[in-house]
């Protein structure tokens, strides 16, 4: 069955630090891959996507992903984080039809 | 206001009661969804809609039922509500989603049954 595997549950960094967040997904054909953000107390809303072209995808407030077919991952990169991207965020993959898989999530934490 | 609407926003119910969370939304996307969201399980979709009149099962169906009479409209019923369907439920609409368009998510239900 297709999946999608976030390795890290809880992270928390100071402000400034760079961040990654994995993303791994179970699937070999052609995919549909995001990144959704859900702030405290609000709904999820889209930080990136990849749908073809250039694997490096930059998003909304600095971030950017890589997809890296070999490994199937999409990891999510930010260079200098901040106290406001604390947040809950959810890699998704789409395999072409009407259904997208979401990962479990990691909730950023960022020190003032 | 364009985008998509949750009611109630908050909900206590007690275990065998009938509860309807309704979503609407005014981009007319053919597709809707209802997830729901519970910690450490990420979204898993309960029931999804292509059209109006075409509904089908997501991955945790059981206990509830959909319907889609107008496109802007995709009401989720819990028809005996358990302790265990105690989650926020997010309803989301994308306009092609195996084309790489992204869902718009309204925000959330939280629901508590007891």
């Known amino acids: 069955a297709q999946s999608v595997s976030q390795h890290n549950h809880h992270v928390i960094l100071s402000e400034a630090a760079s961040l990654e967040l994995g993303c791994n997904y179970s699937y070999g054909g052609t995919v549909n891959l995001f990144w959704y953000v859900q702030y405290p107390g609000q709904h999820l809303q889209l930080l990136l996507k990849?749908?073809?072209?250039?694997?490096l995808v930059k998003g909304i407030k600095g971030f950017e992903a890589e997809f890296i077919k070999s490994k199937f991952s999409f990891n999510l990169r930010k260079p200098s984080v901040q106290w406001s991207d604390t947040a809950e965020y959810f890699c998704a993959v789409n395999t072409g039809g009407f259904k997208t898989i979401f990962g479990a999530g990691t909730r950023l934490f960022v020190k003032a | 206001d364009a985008g998509i609407t949750q009611s109630p926003r908050y909900k206590i119910t007690e275990t065998g009661r009938q509860v309807t969370l309704m979503c609407h939304q005014t981009w007319s996307h053919s597709y809707m969804f209802w997830y729901r969201q519970d910690l450490g399980h990420g979204l898993r979709l309960i029931y999804y809609s292509a059209a109006a009149d075409i509904t089908d099962k997501g991955e945790v169906p059981d206990g509830y039922v959909v319907s889609r009479s107008k496109t802007e409209n995709f009401p989720l019923t819990l028809e005996s509500a358990t302790r265990s369907q105690t989650s926020v439920y997010f309803c989301a609409s994308s306009e092609v989603p195996g084309q790489g368009d992204e869902q718009y998510f309204g925000p959330g239900t939280r629901l508590t049954v007891t």
């Open positions: 990849y749908f073809s072209g250039d694997p």
